[in-house]
């Protein structure tokens, strides 16, 4: 499960930006789309638009290793 993770996540971004592999970034990153989903489904959000998008990203990272 480890190199699956590890594949998905280095194949989805450029090689010039490319950064360390972390499981623990990965798990914390699906936890906080879980959640973030959560309060989008009950409040109504729309995450997707121009305004929201950064936002929402910003929410994914949060708690994610800067390395």
């Given at each position: 499960?480890?190199?699956?993770?590890?594949?998905?996540h280095?194949?989805?971004?450029p090689?010039?930006?490319?950064?360390?592999?972390?499981?623990?970034?990965?798990?914390?990153?699906?936890?906080n789309?879980?959640?973030?989903?959560?309060?989008?489904?009950?409040?109504?959000?729309?995450?997707?638009?121009?305004?929201?998008?950064?936002?929402?990203n910003?929410?994914?990272?949060?708690?994610?290793?800067?390395?």
């Amino acid at each position: 499960a480890i190199n699956i993770a590890k594949v998905e996540h280095w194949l989805s971004q450029p090689k010039e930006a490319r950064k360390p592999f972390s499981m623990t970034d990965i798990k914390t990153m699906n936890h906080n789309r879980l959640l973030l989903q959560r309060f989008i489904d009950v409040f109504g959000v729309n995450a997707y638009s121009a305004k929201n998008r950064n936002h929402v990203n910003e929410l994914i990272y949060y708690g994610t290793i800067a390395a």
